[in-house]
């Protein structure tokens, strides 16, 4: 392979020295100088089979090119599309091809085999590595192994001399806070293994009571010193040493703060001793000489309900607020869903020979009749109209203030015919009220499906749900019984 990467880079070196005489990067610099020779050979001896073929392409996609960019002449734009996609191609293969080349070289730079018979194995701590061999013998086929090499174990003369300087390194690694085995009055550190060092350690200790084999001292209440045998267990693989190691510890030495808190401690104790069988427990109240004022820490939680509450009542504001914008909504969809029964109303009315004005009440007092059943914004959008009409304010005015109450676009459509054929007058209102009607239930049937898909929207999320419970349901008994 090290002969297609080099004559790779060898093609891209022969370009790049072509090349040198167009405008940009060394990638746009090939990509042109490719370009320029193609569009040569077109004028050549080439087949015209190839030459037609490669202008039908261009000039789809100039025409496609144009229509996304018209201010910009197609052949430019197809010569800049060419330009960008060979440079990108370019750039992409020689990167490509130095990396493959940084492996080729990676690979072959540290080989595991050696004179053809020797594996070099890691050392100790860094794993086990795997090999890939193949197997030749002459006259048969040959064989390929993926070898899994263990890394290299220490000899039982390397294993004594390493345990030797682990030894006299230890005293000072199990120290801790202490100044010496000799006085051990704090927890010391007793380690599971060494920086360097392959072994195990694993520890025991001649009293529990004193020194755990975490390391923990319990000197607290000693009142002399006692000698403690702590025995450290190295271990590599099949082979073991001991080392025992002598202890002192110490009663522990408390600071004057320390001191009290012991003592007052100790009262508490000899009070729950005495005061065992009684109902109430007389607290110390004197510490020596020194009286002793106590008082109950209570655990108050008021603080955080008091935050909830008002993470509550932020969360109820914001809820009111968004539920405002819902009703809204909620009133929009209905006005649109109402829209085309108005728009129809009107017509079926006029129709008969009623006027506008006639018209808003029969409507109006429709309503009424039904309005304790169930209540709808344009009714009462339009009993406001009404009752402005009785009160003596014109047609005219009305009429606009009915569709800019209602604050939907088709309402201020109709608002607009009405007050243009009082102020003008027209005798196609009739037919473009019909009109309208039937572009509303139009988009009535429109809407409708768009409030149906929605609706399957929201449902995905339920129905997401009910299969993962049902997924529980079956998968939870077959585990158990599997499992039994």
Same mark, same amino acid.
């Given at each position: 392979?090290?002969?297609?990467?080099?004559?790779?880079?060898?093609?891209?070196?022969?370009l790049?020295?072509?090349?040198?005489?167009?405008?940009?990067?060394?990638?746009?610099?090939?990509?042109?100088?490719?370009?320029?020779?193609q569009? *040569?050979?077109?004028?050549g001896?080439? !087949?015209?089979?190839?030459?037609w073929?490669?202008?039908?392409?261009?000039?789809?996609?100039?025409?496609?090119?144009?229509?996304?960019?018209?201010?910009?002449?197609?052949?430019?734009?197809v010569?800049?599309?060419?330009?960008s996609?060979?440079?990108?191609?370019?750039?992409?293969?020689?990167?490509?091809?130095?990396?493959?080349?940084?492996v080729?070289?990676?690979?072959?730079?540290?080989?595991?085999?050696?004179?053809?018979?020797?594996?070099?194995?890691n050392d100790?701590?860094?794993?086990?590595?795997?090999?890939?061999?193949?197997?030749?013998?002459?006259?048969i *086929?040959?064989?390929?192994?993926?070898?899994?090499?263990?890394?290299?174990?220490?000899?039982t003369?390397?294993?004594?001399?390493?345990?030797?300087?682990?030894q006299?390194?230890?005293?000072?690694?199990?120290?801790?806070?202490?100044?010496?085995?000799?006085?051990?009055?704090k927890?010391l550190?007793?380690?599971?293994?060494?920086?360097?060092?392959?072994?195990?350690?694993?520890?025991?200790?001649?009293?529990?009571?004193?020194?755990?084999?975490?390391?923990?001292?319990?000197?607290?209440?000693?009142?002399a010193?006692e000698?403690?045998?702590?025995?450290?267990?190295?271990?590599?693989?099949?082979?073991?040493?001991e080392?025992?190691?002598?202890?002192?510890?110490?009663?522990?030495?408390?600071?004057p703060?320390?001191?009290?808190?012991?003592?007052i401690?100790?009262?508490?104790?000899?009070?729950?001793?005495?005061?065992?069988n009684?109902?109430?427990?007389?607290l110390?109240?004197?510490?020596?000489?020194?009286?002793?004022?106590?008082?109950?820490?209570?655990?108050?939680?008021?603080g955080?309900?008091l935050?909830?509450?008002?993470?509550a009542?932020?969360?109820?504001?914001?809820?009111?607020?968004?539920e405002?914008?819902?009703?809204?909504?909620?009133?929009?969809?209905?006005?649109?869903?109402?829209?085309?029964e108005?728009?129809?109303k009107?017509?079926?009315?006029?129709?008969a020979?009623?006027?506008?004005?006639?018209?808003?009440?029969?409507?109006?007092?429709?309503?009424?009749?039904?309005?304790?059943?169930?209540?709808?914004?344009?009714?009462?959008?339009?009993?406001?109209?009404?009752?402005?009409?009785?009160?003596?304010?014109?047609?005219?005015?009305?009429?606009?203030?009915?569709?800019?109450?209602?604050?939907? *676009?088709?309402?201020? !459509?109709?608002?607009?015919?009405l007050?243009?054929?009082?102020?003008?007058g027209?005798?196609?209102?009739?037919?473009m009220?019909? *009109?309208?009607?039937?572009n509303?239930?139009?988009?009535?049937?429109?809407?409708? !499906? !768009?409030?149906?898909?929605?609706?399957?929207?929201?449902?995905?999320?339920?129905?997401?749900?009910?299969?993962?419970?049902?997924?529980?349901?079956i998968?939870i008994?077959?585990?158990f019984?599997?499992?039994?």
């Amino acid at each position: 392979m090290i002969y297609t990467y080099v004559v790779i880079l060898a093609g891209y070196l022969l370009l790049f020295l072509v090349s040198a005489k167009e405008v940009g990067n060394p990638f746009q610099k090939m990509s042109a100088y490719i370009l320029r020779r193609q569009r *040569q050979g077109k004028s050549g001896k080439g !087949k015209k089979k190839r030459k037609w073929k490669r202008a039908l392409l261009e000039k789809q996609l100039g025409d496609k090119l144009k229509t996304l960019q018209p201010q910009i002449a197609a052949d430019r734009q197809v010569q800049e599309h060419y330009r960008s996609l060979y440079s990108t191609i370019l750039m992409v293969v020689f990167v490509g091809n130095l990396l493959c080349l940084a492996v080729w070289i990676s690979a072959r730079s540290s080989p595991r085999l050696t004179d053809g018979s020797y594996l070099s194995r890691n050392d100790y701590g860094e794993g086990e590595v795997s090999v890939g061999l193949a197997a030749e013998i002459p006259g048969i *086929q040959e064989e390929m192994f993926d070898y899994l090499l263990e890394e290299r174990k220490f000899t039982t003369q390397e294993l004594e001399k390493q345990y030797d300087e682990a030894q006299a390194l230890f005293p000072a690694a199990i120290l801790g806070e202490n100044e010496r085995l000799e006085d051990v009055r704090k927890n010391l550190t007793l380690v599971s293994e060494l920086v360097e060092y392959p072994f195990q350690i694993s520890w025991e200790s001649s009293a529990y009571s004193l020194v755990d084999t975490d390391g923990t001292v319990h000197n607290k209440e000693l009142e002399a010193e006692e000698i403690v045998t702590l025995t450290a267990q190295f271990r590599y693989e099949d082979w073991r040493r001991e080392c025992q190691f002598l202890v002192q510890v110490n009663p522990a030495v408390y600071t004057p703060q320390e001191a009290i808190r012991s003592r007052i401690e100790n009262l508490l104790k000899e009070r729950e001793e005495n005061t065992r069988n009684e109902k109430t427990m007389t607290l110390p109240d004197r510490l020596g000489s020194e009286p002793i004022v106590w008082r109950e820490i209570i655990d108050d939680s008021s603080g955080y309900f008091l935050l909830l509450v008002l993470v509550a009542a932020g969360a109820l504001y914001w809820g009111k607020g968004r539920e405002i914008d819902q009703k809204l909504e909620a009133r929009r969809r209905e006005l649109l869903l109402d829209y085309p029964e108005i728009v129809n109303k009107l017509a079926l009315y006029m129709g008969a020979g009623m006027t506008i004005r006639n018209a808003f009440f029969k409507m109006g007092e429709d309503y009424k009749k039904q309005r304790e059943q169930r209540k709808k914004y344009v009714y009462e959008e339009i009993l406001i109209t009404c009752y402005e009409l009785q009160g003596g304010r014109s047609e005219t005015e009305a009429y606009e203030r009915f569709g800019k109450r209602c604050q939907v *676009q088709a309402y201020s !459509k109709l608002s607009a015919l009405l007050t243009q054929n009082i102020r003008k007058g027209s005798n196609d209102l009739l037919r473009m009220f019909r *009109q309208e009607a039937d572009n509303a239930f139009i988009e009535r049937k429109n809407m409708a !499906k !768009k409030l149906g898909e929605e609706a399957g929207t929201k449902l995905l999320m339920p129905m997401m749900i009910m299969l993962c419970v049902v997924m529980v349901i079956i998968i939870i008994p077959a585990y158990f019984s599997f499992t039994l």
